[in-house]
Nanobody, 114 residues
Framework: VQLQASGGGLVQPGGSLKLSCAGS?????????MGWYRQAPGNERELVAR???????IYAESVKGRFTMLRDNDKNTVYLQMSSLKPEDTAVYYC????????WGQGTQVTVSS
């Protein structure tokens, strides 16, 4: 299974971005809890959002109310809609199963800066 995250970029504080992560190889999203993780320079990778196979969402306190995770099982894709972005959201974003199991892939860089 390969996971490919995309959609990152440079955005000003207060802006929005929508990330996508597609899985190839097998249909994995339908039966697994999937998550969005991020890693900022010098920091550990952290889980910021997850969605269960039943569609329930759990968010880290740091992103609650600003980020929304969605899934499309038919497309084997998960999304992360991010709004009201802050400089501290700057990181490389990845998706993976929760707990992490598959290879991480390259992730997608999100930079929040004026």
């Amino acid at each position: 299974v390969q996971l490919q995250a995309s959609g990152g970029g440079l955005v000003q504080p207060g802006g929005s971005l929508k990330l996508s992560c597609a899985g190839s190889g097998r249909s994995i999203f339908r039966i697994n809890t999937m998550g969005w993780y991020r890693q900022a320079p010098g920091n550990e990778r952290e889980l910021v959002a997850r969605i269960t196979s039943g569609g329930n969402n759990i968010y880290a306190e740091s992103v609650k109310g600003r980020f929304t995770m969605l899934r499309d099982n038919d497309k084997n894709t998960v999304y992360l809609q991010m709004s009201s972005l802050k400089p501290e959201d700057t990181a490389v974003y990845y998706c993976n199963r929760v707990p992490a199991f598959y290879s991480w892939g390259q992730g997608t860089q999100v930079t929040v800066s004026s």
